[in-house]
């Protein structure tokens, strides 16, 4: 029974295994592997003993060693925060003074991972603190563990429970984001590009699970590119028309106990967030409220959850606000295309103010701070106008010219050809006879769903 628990205790150290700390994951079976990484220090040859080993309970001190909840013998008490590509000292506190009996008889080793040991040397006559010098390979982490070996009857090999374990991360690494995606729509997964300002030895998978947190979404890949340990491809699945947020914190984990950092991670001091929304197309509707076009309107965005501005006459407005408290009540908002839908190009000062203030006070607190000017036609002081009442001149990328009724297809299609993130839809649901307006939205929605476009006002309240 114990035996058997000795063994599940006990890790085996073979050629290039690192004994596996609590909450490092990045040596699982399947992860990127690199055997030069391990230097294992072996002082002395190791113990000759193999086959079956079973510990009496009457070797209080070994029981000490195995059990959990004992307290370990032996101890790093003092490792540098960082190295910088040169030798290092670490410093170890043995529970009872090893005299001078040299090391390769005392049961403890210490194992080093990307780096070796140069020497070792005792503080104190009575050898209770000794001083390793280890030299790390390269600028990479290094572990330094010290461990108990014991005889271990499964494989031909030697056992060891770890004893106490510390990291050295190399020198610092900056991280940043290339050119990182605007938004994303349904279709395409979304890839950005990682670099770091050295390489680092991280594992794939430890980068993946450990250094990313996505918000509406998820790492589904990260790959280096052309092999390289700095530039990393990563590839991010969008819940679809939500906005997804990636947290870069390589060092998440390391705050609460150092043993669970990951070694080459820890090395990344860079931490940053950044989103990326799903595309937004913003339909804007002119010259309405319509007694009948505005709620067909209205009945189409709703089918497809879409939410648009309505650039509204004010005498109209005036005329139907049952029309105007329904577009306020689901959801869209309200814009000022002014009272009786002149041109403002040429008009005197007072005019102006006059056509767009009493739209504005007509819409109360319902009013956003945008207006379009009637027939897209302005002058040079239309804009410094509108800025002086705190209104800003909307217009838009996408017009399709609806009002010259060419059929509700050709509208869908200049709808649709036309989509992209962060463009403005110019259509109008009143001023005519608007069912091609209408047709033709309902088939450009259809058509654009699988992109899954979020339909927002662009002017908000
Ligand atoms: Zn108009």
Redesign the pocket.
Known sequence: MLGAAVTLIGFCILAHWWFPMPGIDSRQPGAPSDPTAVSLLTPGAPPEAVGPHFIAESEPALMRLLWPHGSPPAAIVSSPVRHRGADFDVTIRFAQPLGDTPLSLWPHSLVVQSGEVRTLARNDPAGVEWTATIAPQGRRSVDVGLVRRVPCHALASYCSAPLTAATVPGPPVAARVVEPPTHHTAQASIEFLLELSEPVWAGLQELRDRAFQVANGRVSGIDRVDGRHDLFRVTVQAEPGADVAVAFSPRSGCAADERSCAPELSRIVDEFEFSIPAARLYLTF??GPHPEFTPRVLDVLARYDARATF?V?GSSAAAHPELIDRIVREGHTLAN?TWN?DSLAGIEEDEFFDTLASTQELLGEDATACM?P??YSMDEHTESRAAQMGLKVVMGEIRPRDWTSPGALEIANRIVGGAAHGRVVIL?DG?GERSQTIEGLELALAYLQPFRYVYEPVCQS
């Open positions: 002119d010259d650039f006459v295309h839908h379009r009637p027939y109008h001023g």
